[in-house]
């Protein structure tokens, strides 16, 4: 019970005045379609660099917990997701809002998100630190394979491709080699003085992220035209209360599905949901309701959704492996305050992991609090121009970059990187399991070298690498991941092919 121990740190003035701040900006942020958690976060990284490590995580814990509810106000209100992970909210949660219970559906998304966001701490903080005293077996060899493996799973599962997800991963190995070699000191790819350091991972995390959405919300104008407007209408909290609780199927299966789906290292968000509302409606006594305005829907993509945030964070701050893209942003966030996750963090940050992990559960019970009475606000950002939004958004991204280090060249690399993603995602390129490699290769190319020296000295580099059940263990995990993610997008294909076919009689006859 040592997380009980830290629990008083989270109330401390400035603790806890940034535990509001985050929650209170995240919904905000959250409600805004277009500005996803993981964008999110990765704009708030800079605002940490003078705040002491707990604080900064902190901030960005509550700013992840509750960026995740808020995307359901604008998947509800205007079909509109929030983020990926937002979208199986709109097949019931929309239907409601058309009917007049927009209300309704959003207290039922934001108590549900809290119920599954709790029981996710929970799994956090009894997991890790049985995950952490098991990880200490991991050397070099192993680490190597979980570099490996975080950038292959999230590649395979993260892009409209499998092939074109491992590319975006390969990039962003690549883009991880440049500047000089930490180890050996050498110089790679140093073809501007602003790179020759290597390329900072915050101003690659705005650009990637935050600069083809701005320029997709610039496309768009002063107002989208397919944004349907609903009012929000009253409806009294303890009916909501009631409903969620007597949906109890639908809940379960939404935390349980969500928690599972945290603890897989690369899978994320985006399929909890889905996965979530689809096993609901096969449970469920009333199936044919689901996508007519069923609270079932809505409860069990939301719950699924907050439930996977903590176990998310499992595999990050135990293996230094991130369970999902916002995942990610995080591990950037503690390597910029000099702060490495791995088994021996709980050893030797005790009080900012478990400071951190307590504010992510109170941080539960004011994202629900604040969530239910300002969803009139909410509801009003959701309605802000997508010109504006752009425009604020660019800003916060060229003050973010710049802040890092008081250079313009990592506002250059920002542009530049954001502007090459905009154009790789109109092929179907990902920018998640790019960002991965960038902050992955580090760590796979230094515990690679560092078991060489070892292996050199000892049964030789192939032996080292390749034997022993643990890393044929990641191995296997490493193949199976591309393998099904093939088989899976060649089965779609298939069937795809055949709808195209009967489609094409059809309209012959």
Request: hydrophobic content about 50%; some cysteine; proline content about 5%.
């Amino acid at each position: 019970m040592e997380f009980l121990y830290y629990m008083g740190d989270v109330f401390t003035p400035i603790n806890f005045g940034l535990l509001l701040l985050g929650t209170i900006g995240g919904l905000i942020l959250g409600a805004t379609p277009g500005l996803s958690p993981t964008m999110a976060v990765a704009l708030l990284i800079p605002f940490t660099f003078q705040l002491e490590p707990q604080q900064g995580l902190i901030l960005l814990g509550a700013a992840y917990t509750s960026t995740v509810a808020g995307g359901a106000v604008s998947a509800i209100l205007l079909k509109i997701p929030g983020a990926p992970a937002n979208i199986a909210t709109t097949l019931d949660g929309h239907a409601m809002a058309t009917k007049g219970e927009g209300a309704k559906a959003l207290q039922l998304s934001f108590l549900a998100s809290a119920v599954g966001g709790l029981f996710g701490v929970f799994l956090l903080i009894f997991l890790t630190p049985v995950l952490a005293q098991w990880a200490l077996a991991f050397g070099p060899s192993h680490l190597f394979w979980l570099a490996i493996l975080g950038v292959t799973v999230i590649g395979t599962l993260d892009s409209s491709s499998v092939v074109k997800g491992l590319l975006s991963g390969c990039i962003g190995l690549w883009l991880a080699t440049i500047g000089f070699d930490d180890i050996m000191g050498a110089q790679r790819f140093i073809f501007h003085p602003a790179v020759s350091g290597g390329i900072n991972v915050i101003p690659a995390l705005i650009g990637l992220f935050a600069i083809p959405q701005v320029i997709t919300m610039f496309s768009k104008g002063r107002s989208s035209d397919d944004a349907e407007i609903i009012s929000v209408q009253k409806h009294p909290i303890r009916l909501a209360v009631f409903e969620v609780f007597k949906r109890k199927t639908a809940l379960a299966i939404g935390t349980i599905t969500g928690s599972i789906i945290g603890l897989i290292p690369g899978v994320g968000g985006q399929i909890a949901g889905l996965v979530a509302y689809d096993q609901s409606k096969k449970f469920s006594k009333e199936s044919e309701k689901f996508g007519t305005g069923h609270s079932e829907g809505v409860i069990a993509a939301e719950s699924a959704n907050n439930a996977m945030v903590g176990p998310s964070l499992v595999p990050l701050l135990t293996l230094s492996i991130p369970g999902s893209p916002t995942a990610a942003v995080l591990l950037g966030g503690l390597l910029i305050h000099g702060i490495f996750p791995g088994p021996d963090l709980f050893m030797n940050y005790p009080q900012v992991a478990w400071t951190f992990i307590d504010s992510m559960l109170i941080g539960q019970i004011l994202m629900c609090i604040f969530g239910l009475y300002i969803a009139g606000l909410a509801a009003s950002v959701a309605r802000v121009p997508h010109a504006v939004m752009a425009a604020i958004v660019l800003g916060l991204a060229v003050f973010g970059s710049y802040s890092v280090q008081n250079s313009m060249g990592d506002v250059y690399v920002m542009v530049t990187l954001g502007l090459a993603m905009y154009f790789l995602e109109r092929f179907g390129f990902s920018a998640a399991p790019l960002v991965l490699g960038l902050i992955l290769g580090p760590i796979a190319e230094a515990n690679f070298i560092q078991g060489s020296m070892i292996a050199n000295a000892t049964v030789g580099t192939g032996t080292y690498f390749f034997t022993g059940w643990l890393n044929w263990l990641l191995i296997l995990i490493v193949l199976t991941s591309i393998c099904y993610s093939v088989w899976m997008e060649l089965m779609a294909r298939r069937y795809t092919t055949k709808d195209d076919a009967v489609a094409k009689e059809e309209a012959l006859s």
